[in-house]
DNA sequence: CGGCATGTTTCGCC
DNA sequence: AGGCGAAACATGCC
């Protein structure tokens, strides 16, 4: 999600340019919106916005919506505002360009790229995002502890399910339950108000330095850290990896209950 | 080579 | 009906 809005920030700027081109490059990964040639270019750029992990391209046609997967980097200009993934591939190799985008007005041209080793990302218009929670970055702890409430699997599964709360993904699910010192292995239902309250200031804490540092791997506990063993960034404890929701999680037994 | 990886969908089972 | 868990997807890296 950080990267996304990393993503959103870097071309905020072709807000007012119309698309010029676009290019299905990869069959598949565009395979939702065969028709994106002809239906985007020519139409005007008038907002581009970000729900979850869901990139928004709002134009006087369709609304183009970009998922970036696991490994899928959108490349401006040439640049991408990450990096580096801390799971993804090193270095841009042209043959994971799977979408292309070109967008002008009078003085200024733009060469958007999605670069997905992986194919796990996807390209749609006019997305149904009827089944996403609210963004992770603005929602209240009234309306989390309700969406919470009603489910009996791990908080970290709860937290990573996009209908529950949309944006966060793995790495940032075992940042926030760390700082709330939540064991993510309990049940979301056995969450007090005050636990949901932890769990909401450790996002509003988090989220906005991590932007600023560059990405999910950014935390306190760094894409570095997550290994079995390596001291918790709190206390020092060695942490501990287990499997929950079928992702690995670093947590410390020490502070988390 | 085997196993693992920032994610989401699908399927089968309660 | 709908929550839940596991498998599937595809590719690169250690």
């Not at 696991?70 to 580096?84: F, I």
């Not at 709860?158 to 939540?182: H, K, T, Y």
Request: contains cysteine; proline residues 5%; aromatic residues 4%.
């Amino acid at each position: 999600m950080l990267e996304v809005e990393l993503y959103r920030r870097s071309v905020l700027a072709t807000v007012g340019q119309r698309v010029t081109a676009v290019d299905l490059v990869d069959q598949r990964w565009c395979s939702r919106a065969p028709d994106a040639e002809e239906r985007l270019v020519g139409c005007r750029i008038h907002d581009v916005r970000r729900h979850g992990k869901v990139l928004l391209v709002d134009t006087d046609g369709p609304t183009l919506a970009l998922r970036f997967g696991m490994t899928g980097r959108l490349v401006v200009g040439g640049e991408s505002a990450v990096r580096d993934l801390a799971y993804g591939a090193h270095g841009d190799d042209p043959r994971w360009t799977r979408f292309a985008l070109t967008s002008a007005d009078g003085r200024r041209r733009t060469r958007w790229e999605v670069s997905d080793p992986r194919r796990l990302g996807w390209l749609e218009l006019d997305p149904d995002l009827s089944g996403l929670g609210p963004d992770a970055w603005t929602v209240d702890a009234a309306s989390l502890a309700r969406r919470l409430g009603s489910r009996s699997v791990a908080v970290k599964t709860a937290l990573l399910d996009q209908s529950v709360v949309a944006g966060l993904g793995n790495m940032l699910v075992d940042e926030i339950a760390l700082r709330a010192s939540i064991d993510p292995a309990r049940s979301a239902r056995s969450l007090t108000s005050a636990d949901v309250d932890a769990l909401v200031a450790a996002m509003t804490e988090a989220l906005p330095v991590m932007l600023e540092a560059g990405g999910s791997h950014r935390g306190t506990l760094s894409a570095e850290s997550r290994r079995a063993g390596s001291p918790c960034p709190q206390d020092g404890a060695p942490l501990e990896r287990t499997v929950i929701g079928g992702r690995a999680t670093y947590w410390c037994p020490a502070h988390q209950r």
